[in-house]
């Protein structure tokens, strides 16, 4: 007697779905409806306690994001992760930038070319991506940012696949564990970011970065089930970005060149780049600084203000270009204004390879008196050392 055929339960998938490259490019798909979704949102809770911009970056971003995938069509998880941090970093203004695009670039190179990894190797490779947010931002559990959201969200998924629990349960807990941590900022005061200088006037109010992961996390589930995709370059979010590459040119480029023409004479200085999140502000400071050399020769000087579009930000294309613009071999030093100009210079220094040119060096000091310091010290011929203790000089300077 032939036996029956039989067909999969209900419940019970007929095979378990896998972590390929459709399946993150479903993830794309599904962050960009959820951040379109709750574009308002984000942005109302960053406008309480941070720049008001945060939703809207985040749709720019991940738009930016399909594009890039649907251009250059990564084979692999990893490859495809680490474009998108790529990505996200260079066409992000703020903070949400670098953080999350230093988290993803991570998670991608350490799932490397694996074509479809388990669910244990992606909690690891997250819990990766965790720990290089929190090298770059400093911030811990408690701090009120998107660490509260991503910290129990990796672990709650790491726990998950070691118990050997089905994607979708390791998954449905990853979500929840996410939005607990994001709705637990409330009652937290910030200590990290924008939300910090308010001090216990920001508890009562959640962290935007926080809401993000909970909707990044729940992508994630969301693109188990999602129907296939076939991302677009002309989808209306990734319009904005396609300026970015002539904008780098016009807006790196051509300012080093008209404020100091030794950088194309190769002294062999040390190159400064003023890295300011406004395009004005980072040029006045530079034709202060050089009108304040006097008949000095002036030293390889670019700015890097501002977006590729125009707007308010930082931007990791423009701050590469100027900062190859006036590398003559010896060192270059950036000097950021705050925040996320910050962190954007932090990710591109912990890249390997690093696209910024040799010695490279960050620069802590105030932004006027830094520039002002490390120009007229490049100019007499001090060397990347000597540039780094000028600022260091400046930082200590008081003022009364």
């Avoid at 308002?40 to 995938?69: K, M």
């Avoid at 002294?267 to 502000?281: E, I, Y």
Wanted: net charge negative; charged share 20%.
């Amino acid at each position: 007697m032939t036996a029956a055929p039989t067909t999969p339960s209900a419940t019970t998938p007929a095979t378990a779905p896998a972590l390929d490259t459709a399946y993150f490019r479903r993830w794309i798909a599904e962050t960009n409806r959820l951040v379109r979704r709750d574009s308002a949102r984000l942005t109302e809770l960053d406008a309480v306690i941070g720049d008001g911009d945060h939703g809207a970056n985040l749709v720019r971003g991940f738009g930016a994001v399909g594009a890039a995938v649907a251009e250059q069509r990564p084979a692999t998880p990893g490859a495809l992760l680490t474009l998108a941090g790529t990505t996200l970093t260079n066409t992000v203004g703020g903070a949400s930038g670098p953080l999350f695009g230093t988290a993803l670039r991570r998670t991608g190179k350490v799932l490397g070319d694996t074509g479809a990894p388990s669910v244990l190797e992606l909690g690891a490779a997250l819990g990766a991506g965790l720990r290089s947010v929190q090298k770059l931002g400093g911030a811990e559990i408690g701090d009120a940012t998107l660490v509260d959201a991503l910290a129990p969200a990796v672990a709650a998924l790491s726990e998950a696949a070691e118990a050997d629990r089905p994607l979708r349960e390791a998954l449905d807990e990853a979500v929840s564990a996410a939005r607990a941590g994001a709705d637990a900022t409330e009652g937290l005061e910030a200590r990290k970011g924008r939300a910090s200088y308010l001090g216990e006037r920001s508890i009562g109010h959640q962290d935007a970065g926080a809401n993000s992961v909970a909707l990044l996390m729940e992508a994630l589930r969301e693109a188990v089930d999602a129907p296939e995709v076939s991302l677009a370059p002309e989808e209306p979010a990734a319009a904005e970005p396609a300026v970015a590459e002539p904008a780098v040119a016009e807006s790196a480029a051509a300012p080093a060149a008209a404020a100091q023409p030794a950088a194309k004479t190769r002294t062999g200085r040390v190159g400064v780049v003023l890295v300011s999140h406004s395009k004005a502000v980072a040029e006045s400071v530079a034709a202060l600084s050089g009108a304040l050399l006097g008949s000095v020769d002036p030293a390889p000087l670019a700015v890097a203000g501002g977006t590729p579009d125009g707007g308010i930000g930082t931007s990791a294309e423009l701050i590469t270009a100027a900062a190859r613009t006036v590398d003559e071999g010896v060192g270059v030093a950036l000097l950021c204004d705050m925040g996320s100009a910050v962190l954007t210079v932090k990710s591109l220094l912990g890249e390997v390879p690093s696209q910024l040119p040799e010695g490279t060096r960050i620069v802590d000091a105030p932004f006027l008196e830094g520039a002002v310091a490390i120009t007229l010290t490049s100019a007499i011929g001090g060397d990347i050392d000597a540039v780094l203790a000028a600022a260091e000089d400046a930082r200590g300077y008081r003022k009364r």
